[in-house]
């Protein structure tokens, strides 16, 4: 954390809330996914609670699972298509970012450029794109293909990808649609720029149909914690999602990653690095555990075991004893790493059966999970932030609107009266709102000050 600074917070929406059996707790919509009217309202509870921004993953597919767990979980499943629905969030809301993820995996650079450039435009300089690579077979199986892309060929070809989308950004100078009705000139010629990229996975000519973004680029979200995906962030993200639940691990992470930022010539600062994180919370430590039981009663075991399976990196564990230790596991080679690391460290470290760990996975799909008053929950993050584990938090809670709701009106009022968090927007773009500068264009608008 640079001195003075606070920290940023954004929250991650899973419709009925990250806990997988959120779908069944008392007050939750069990059809949050498709329900308008519920997001309109915890975008605004955000926005109200001063939060940088808020977030959707997404996959481009349903999971594969067994039925009987996959009929049991409302995770990824009948809900919107994220960049439709913030599109649609842009309109009731004014200050706060709006992120969503988008593939590099399953889609063309030029799709992508046009469609976060509209958002930008249309939201008034408040997108983000998170950047990921995709991770399962079901997606690839979407788009003409039995499996998906190897692990080092789907970052080489996210690199390409984003540097083609930013070219395409660059597409117009900032003042280059005169519209002069006078003289009929709708824009100035030597303010487009033409791409021309022939890539080893795209050939783009461009220019893009959609005038430079307010905020120039929107903003570069990313999560990776393999060797690529921290050689990628390291090199693209402005803001990077973890998925730590220890603090030491977060903190050997996040002094690692900005040295290779800085190894980027990029100014370390300019990355703000957001470990995901649950609370459930309530007016005493033994409410919030009511709470939290309540939600951890509702889970199935075959719902249990299965997430754990996925989160490991698609293990089969229906052999193994449920109450026994986790065994040694094989690698998948094609798997994401960092959820799979974190949780087999936790294990380990705290002697935990299959059973246990699989519980504690529920809770936020492998992130670190605080039960407790709104000054734990801030103590936890406090924590966090003043020791170099992040920059700030990407909220996940676990259900929604109720332990969202708790967070904003409870524990943002005692970050706030902690000095640990705003009071006020301070810009209009989301950049602005982060502190981030303005990216000039490679054809020669300089970078905004900050
Ligand atoms: C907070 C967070 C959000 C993520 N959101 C998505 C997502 O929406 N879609 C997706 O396919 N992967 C998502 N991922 C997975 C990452 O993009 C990445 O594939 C994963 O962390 C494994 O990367 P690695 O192999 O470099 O460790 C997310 C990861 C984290 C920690």
Redesign the pocket.
């Known amino acids: 954390m640079p001195r003075g600074e606070q920290m940023k917070l954004g929250v991650?929406f899973h419709p009925t809330g990250h806990h997988v059996a959120s779908w069944r707790y008392p007050g939750v919509q069990a059809d949050a996914g498709i329900n308008f009217a519920h997001q309109v309202e915890i975008a605004q509870t955000a926005e109200r609670g001063k939060l940088h921004m808020i977030?959707?993953?997404?996959?481009?597919g349903v999971r594969e699972a067994r039925m009987e767990a996959l009929s049991r979980s409302a995770q990824y499943i009948a809900n919107f298509e994220?960049l439709m629905l913030i599109a649609a969030l842009a309109a009731v809301t004014e200050r706060i970012g709006l992120v969503?993820?988008a593939?590099t995996s399953y889609n063309e650079p030029y799709h992508i450029a046009r469609k976060f450039a509209s958002l930008d435009h249309l939201s008034g300089g408040r997108a983000g794109w998170?950047?990921?690579?995709?991770?399962?077979d079901s997606?690839a199986r979407n788009f003409g293909r039995e499996l998906h892309y190897g692990?080092a060929e789907r970052?080489q070809r996210a690199r390409e990808f984003v540097g083609v989308v930013k070219g395409l950004w660059d597409s117009w100078d900032d003042d280059a649609f005169i519209r002069d009705t006078a003289s009929g000139v709708f824009f100035d010629p030597e303010g487009m720029h033409t791409l021309d990229h022939h890539g080893k996975y795209f050939s783009v000519r461009g220019p893009l149909n959609v005038p430079r973004p307010p905020q120039g680029h929107p903003v570069i979200v990313?999560?990776?914690?393999?060797?690529?995906?921290?050689a990628?962030a390291a090199e693209h993200a402005e803001i990077i999602?973890?998925?730590h639940i220890l603090v030491d691990n977060a903190r050997k992470y996040y002094a690692e990653v900005k040295a290779r930022v800085a190894g980027f010539g990029r100014a370390p600062d300019h990355v703000k690095i957001m470990p995901?994180v649950s609370a459930t919370i309530g007016a005493t430590e033994a409410e919030a555990k009511a709470k939290h039981e309540k939600l951890q009663a509702l889970v199935h075991p075959v719902v249990a075991r299965e997430m754990l399976s996925t989160a490991l990196g698609r293990i089969d564990l229906s052999g193994y004893d449920f109450d026994g230790p986790l065994p040694d596991l094989p690698m998948r080679e094609n798997?994401?790493?960092?959820?799979r690391?974190n949780l087999i460290d936790l294990a380990r470290r705290e002697n935990l059966t299959i059973r246990q760990l699989a519980m504690r996975a529920t809770d936020a799909r492998g992130?670190s999970v605080v039960v407790g008053t709104p000054a734990q929950v801030a103590d936890h993050l406090e924590e966090w932030f003043t020791t170099g584990a992040a920059d700030g938090f990407?909220v996940?809670p676990p259900y929604l609107p109720g332990a969202f709701d708790d967070f904003v009106n409870l524990v943002v009022p005692e970050l706030q009266r902690r000095g640990l968090f705003r009071t006020e927007y301070e810009g209009k773009t989301f950049r602005e709102n982060l502190g981030l500068a303005r990216p000039g264009s490679r054809y020669g608008t300089p970078a905004a000050a900050e």
Do not use: I, L
């Open positions: 991650f977030f959707f993953a997404d996959g481009v994220p969503c993820t593939s998170n950047v990921v690579t995709s991770g399962e997606e692990h970052y990313q999560a990776g914690a393999s060797e690529d995906g921290r990628f999602f973890t998925n995901g798997a994401g790493r960092s959820t690391e992130k990407n996940m």
